[in-house]
């Protein structure tokens, strides 16, 4: 699986980003999807995850700010984000998971500086 991110940035605090994550084939079933974040000097860290017809889980950090999303005709997985924080300046990384064998697949990671 090829992930394809965009649409990270330069925002001031309290303002939105949406990043986008296109999968090179079809992640409906079968699949964890999600994006994680790398702050620099900090490890890389869970944003929020997804599985079809399962959890979908945050991290108490964007709880209530963030919102994870997909369509699956696009084979495109979102992350809306609202009420930014310089906190949540970091490369942001889209993440699958292909439960059967439990391989794990990276996108390249888009910027998202929050900032005024």
């Known amino acids: 699986v090829q992930l394809q991110a965009s649409g990270g940035g330069y925002v001031q605090p309290g303002g939105s980003l949406r990043l986008s994550c296109v999968a090179s084939?079809?992640?409906?079933?079968?699949?964890?999807v999600g994006w994680y974040r790398q702050a620099p000097g900090k490890q890389r860290e869970l944003v929020a995850d997804?599985?079809?017809?399962?959890?979908?889980t945050y991290a108490d950090s964007v709880q209530g700010r963030f919102t994870i999303s997909r369509d699956n005709a696009k084979n495109t997985i979102y992350l809306q984000m609202n009420s930014l924080k310089p906190e949540d300046t970091a490369v942001y990384y889209c993440?699958?998971?292909?439960?059967?064998?439990?391989?794990?697949?990276w996108g390249k990671g888009t910027q998202v500086t929050v900032s005024s």
């Open positions: 993440h699958v998971r292909q439960l059967v064998g439990l391989k794990d697949f």
């Open positions: 084939t079809s992640i409906y079933s079968g699949y964890v």
């Open positions: 997804t599985i079809t017809g399962g959890l979908t």
